[in-house]
């Protein structure tokens, strides 16, 4: 749970940064309290929220649709050319999805 915590602050301050909140309806105004039951913290709530709200996912996610994607794309090609470079995209892509993945096992032993 830890990971995903760090993951959430990670993407909130990055769009903080990259003014993604400046003109949200209700800026500058708290936000209402709405927990899961306490499943997770107020703090951790917002941040999930807020991802939802923005249509913002995580780096892992989105390098699985991206394979999805090429896998289809792959899948419909009839051109011997074209299906190997997108088989060296497919590659590519599932090697980015494999070592993000492996560094989430990693970190998550180290907690």
Known sequence: MRFLARLTERL???AAEDGVFDHLPGAG???PEKTRDGAVDAAEEIGYR???ENGAIPPEVQVMR???AARARLKA???PED???LMTEVSRIQLRHDM???QR???ARYR
């Open 77 to 79: 090609c009839d051109d």
């Open 12 to 14: 909130i301050d990055k």
């Open 83 to 85: 299906r190997r470079r």
């Open 105 to 107: 096992r990693r970190s």
């Open 29 to 31: 105004k708290p936000l």
């Open 66 to 68: 991206d394979l999805a």
């Open 100 to 102: 993000m993945m492996e």
């Open 50 to 52: 807020l991802m939802a």
